[in-house]
C-alpha cells in the first residue's frame, strides 16, 4: 500500500481518493461535478466525461490536486482532442509519477503533476532551485512529454547578515573566476549583483554561487560581461544565455532579477505563466 512522504502512515486507498476527488470536485465552484467521471489508481487521478471548457477543465484539474494523497492528474475532459502518434496522458502521468519517485534529489510526495494533452505541469514546494530545476529536467526528458510548466513553489528561506560574506568565499573556492570586480548585496533575502566580469562564463558561475545561498531565493544580475566583444546579455535571454520567453522577458525588464542558472523557458507556454521553469521537448 502506498504510503505518505514520511513513510509512516498509508496513503488514502484509491476507493477513498475517488470518493475524496468527487467531493472536492462537488464543492469547487466553476466546475459542473456531475458531467465528471473520476477514476483512481496507484494515487493516479483520471477525470473523463463530457468535454468543458477550459477553465472547468483547470478548475478541476487544481481541486483534484489539492486533494491530499493525490500524485498526478490525468485531464480526460475534451475527448475531442486529437491524440494520433503520441502516447496517452495516462501513460505519461504514470511515467511521470514513477520518474519523480525515483528523483533522489526530491522529497517523495513533494511534487504532483497534471497531465494534459501530453503537456505536464508539476505542482508542489520543494527546498531549494536545485530541487525545482532537477524536477523539471527530469520530466521534460520523459518519452511523450510535450512541455513542462513548472508551478512549484520554494520554501521560504530566513535571511543572515553574513550572506554576501559566504557567497564571497565559495565564490573564492571556484576555480577560474575572477569577481574582484563585483559587488555583492543582500537585502533581506535578496542577492544583488553589480559590477564587471571577464566573459559570460564567469558571470554565470557568479550567478549560480548566488542562488546556492541558503539564504537568498531571489538574485538582481546587473552584471556586464567586459571584454573585447562587448559580450553584455541581451535583455530577453537567462542567466546561462539562452532565449527567455516573452513573459520571462518582460519580468526581466521590469524588475532586473535573474532566473535560476540551469532554468529555461518556452515560447511554447500557453498555459499560466509559471513562477518556476518552462521547457518544451
Given amino acids: 500500500m502506498p504510503t505518505t512522504s514520511g513513510g509512516t502512515a498509508p496513503a488514502p486507498s484509491d476507493h477513498d481518493l475517488q470518493h475524496a476527488v468527487r467531493e472536492a470536485l462537488e464543492r469547487s465552484p466553476g466546475v459542473d461535478a456531475a458531467r465528471i467521471a473520476v477514476a483512481v489508481h496507484d494515487g493516479v487521478v483520471v477525470l473523463a466525461g463530457e468535454p468543458v471548457r477550459a477553465a472547468e477543465a483547470l478548475a478541476a484539474r487544481t481541486t483534484a490536486l489539492g486533494v491530499h494523497g493525490v500524485r498526478a492528474v490525468v485531464d480526460e475532459l475534451d475527448a475531442r482532442r486529437s491524440r494520433w502518434g503520441r502516447r496517452s496522458d495516462r501513460d505519461v502521468a504514470e511515467t511521470v509519477v514513477a520518474a519523480l519517485d525515483r528523483d533522489a534529489d526530491l522529497r517523495p510526495g513533494s511534487v504532483a503533476a497534471a497531465v494534459r494533452d501530453g503537456v505536464v505541469t508539476l505542482h508542489g514546494e520543494v527546498a531549494d532551485h536545485a530541487e525545482r530545476d532537477a524536477a523539471v529536467r527530469r520530466v521534460a526528458r520523459l518519452a511523450g512529454v510535450r512541455a513542462v510548466h513548472a508551478e512549484i513553489g520554494v520554501t521560504p528561506r530566513s535571511a543572515s547578515p553574513d550572506a554576501a560574506a559566504t557567497i564571497r568565499r565559495a ?109 518544451s521537448g
Fill in 171 to 279: 565564490l573564492l573556492g571556484t576555480a577560474d573566476v575572477d569577481a574582484s570586480a563585483v559587488e555583492i548585496d543582500v537585502q533581506g533575502t535578496e542577492a544583488v549583483l553589480t559590477g564587471t566580469v571577464r566573459t559570460p562564463s564567469d558571470r554565470h558561475r557568479i550567478v549560480l554561487a548566488a542562488w546556492s545561498s541558503p539564504h537568498v531565493s531571489a538574485v538582481r544580475d546587473r552584471l556586464v560581461v567586459d571584454d573585447d566583444d562587448d559580450g553584455q546579455r541581451p535583455l530577453g535571454t537567462t542567466a546561462t544565455g539562452t532565449p527567455a520567453s516573452s513573459a520571462s522577458r518582460a519580468a526581466v525588464a521590469a524588475r532586473g532579477v535573474a532566473e535560476p542558472p540551469s532554468t529555461t523557458t518556452s515560447d511554447a507556454d500557453t498555459g499560466r505563466t509559471a513562477p518556476g521553469a518552462s521547457t
